[in-house]
């Protein structure tokens, strides 16, 4: 996350918002109480009713069908314009779910709280870099809580690569019925890109090489 957060108070003017967006070259800003509560977001979205509906004579009907945009519209600070509740984050959530909150609530950022007090803001783009892990560090973790955890009499047999976040495993395993189990933690692990398994059984040999893909094991 980002920290600490650009915030503004409910009071803060119309205009005051779209100076701190500009300058700070952010989308969405927290909307905080005195204590430090976050009380809602403010986003471009919700500021762009005042230039949209600019001007527009609105017949009954389109009146009560707007009824929303028309109340941003002719909102003055943030506590008339802001969304409410907010949507937040904490700050020992993981990234796979602040992922799925951004996408479920079609935002680009989210307010990190404790306790509903703001401690920073997790962007997309904070999201992303994870994937800028170098390789090395994925590899080590990959050799330290994968293999070593799921095959501690056989790791020293198992060949681990990483190569643009893409993880290569390689070697024989006494029971196979755990190389998908390696190849879906593997997959979990913070950076990592994809999985490409050639595990195999001692007796069998090793097996044709397999991609293994997000949100399903890979046989």
């Known amino acids: 996350m980002t920290a600490p957060a650009v915030a503004v108070g409910r009071d803060a003017r119309f205009k005051e918002i779209v100076r701190v967006m500009n300058e700070r070259r952010v989308s969405a800003l927290p909307v905080v109480s005195g204590e430090g509560r976050v009380v809602g977001v403010v986003s471009e979205a919700d500021l762009l009713p005042k230039e949209e509906l600019r001007g527009r004579e609105l017949t009954r009907f389109e009146r009560i069908q707007r009824r929303s945009r028309l109340t941003k519209a002719e909102g003055v600070t943030a506590e008339d314009v802001m969304s409410t509740p907010a949507v937040t984050v904490r700050p020992d959530d993981t990234l796979a779910q602040a992922a ?22 997790v962007s997309r783009g904070d999201l992303l870099k994870v994937f800028l892990r170098p390789d090395e560090d994925i590899e080590e973790e990959v050799r330290r809580t994968v293999v070593s955890y799921l095959f501690p009499l056989h790791a020293h047999a198992i060949h681990v690569s990483v190569r643009d976040g893409i993880v290569t495993l390689r070697g024989l395993v006494h029971d196979t019925s755990l190389i998908w189990v390696a190849e879906r933690l593997v997959q979990g692990l913070e950076g990592v890109v994809g999985v490409e398994s050639q595990l195999g059984g001692e007796e069998s040999g090793p097996v044709r090489p397999c991609r293994g893909h997000f949100g399903r094991p890979a046989f």
């Open 100 to 121: 799925r909150r951004m996408a479920v609530h079609h935002v680009k950022r989210l307010p990190v709280v404790d306790e509903d007090r703001l401690r920073g803001v």
